[in-house]
């Protein structure tokens, strides 16, 4: 399957984890990419990872929380691939903590990062997407966003948003032919998560020591033994939006949690 064959794509986030997985499945589908990410070593593991694809590939160090880091880094992008017809904006952080414990520095890091860096590189994106063939953007929203997810109001207020703010940047730019669509993972290992325990969090990202475990057993997937997807379960239908397949589908949100959300 080549859907991608032709099209030039730029995917943060993509030192890990689902980023990661959505840069090696566009490549997989014959797709020209840009990668970026904070990380350079992460990105070196990127690189090495896509094999005989890896002259279809660029890597990036970009901030997305940083504007000036972002304008750069787009009109880098857009400069190598010659334009722009796919954007997945899969960069993000998730950090966890009892709201009442929470810096005010905190939150608004989390929502610079997630929140505020996607609208900075959709914004410098919007000239090429104008141009591409078929453009698409996707971005990543999550589960938090419409269901509980206890000690991540700091995160679930920033996908939130990235969902909310996905619907009106589909309606404004219809008539430049963009569609703009979301995914919710959930539910997933990924660089955020590492998939342990009965809701496949432990404190790896930061859940206060004296979490109460028990409030996140609603959230094991219904599909497969209860264990989180991989990463590349997402990346299949991030490919799938950023495709003509999804040409009549936009302004909307896609879960992928394995049936924790019924």
Request: glycine residues 12%; contains cysteine; negative net charge.
């Amino acid at each position: 399957m080549n859907r991608f064959e032709g099209r030039r794509a730029l995917v943060t986030g993509a030192c890990s984890g689902i980023g990661q997985a959505t840069v090696l499945r566009l490549l997989d589908e014959g797709g020209t990419v840009v990668a970026a990410d904070v990380s350079e070593t992460g990105l070196k593991d990127t690189l090495a990872r896509a094999g005989t694809a890896a002259d279809r590939l660029t890597t990036l160090v970009m901030d997305i929380a940083d504007e000036d880091s972002v304008r750069s880094g787009v009109r880098s992008a857009v400069d190598t691939l010659g334009g722009l017809d796919a954007l997945v904006n899969a960069a993000g952080v998730l950090r966890s903590s009892h709201t009442e414990e929470t810096s005010l520095e905190d939150f608004e890091r989390i929502l610079r990062i997630n929140l505020v860096g996607t609208f900075l590189v959709i914004r410098e994106s919007l000239p090429a997407l104008r141009g591409g063939r078929g453009p698409a953007v996707v971005n990543f929203s999550s589960t938090s966003a419409a269901f509980a997810h206890p000690y991540m109001a700091a995160y679930a207020a920033s996908k939130g948003g990235i969902q909310s703010m996905t619907h009106a940047l589909a309606s404004e730019y219809a008539g430049d032919g963009i569609r703009f669509n979301s995914v919710q993972p959930g539910s997933v290992s990924s660089g955020m998560t590492d998939g342990s325990g009965a809701s496949g969090l432990s404190r790896g990202p930061g859940l206060p020591e004296d979490a109460d475990m028990r409030l996140f057993a609603k959230l094991s997937p219904a599909l497969g033994d209860g264990g989180f997807a991989g990463a590349d379960r997402v990346a299949s239908i991030v490919a799938m939006l950023a495709s003509d397949d999804a040409a009549f589908v936009t302004g909307t949100e896609l879960r992928v949690d394995g049936g924790t959300h019924f």
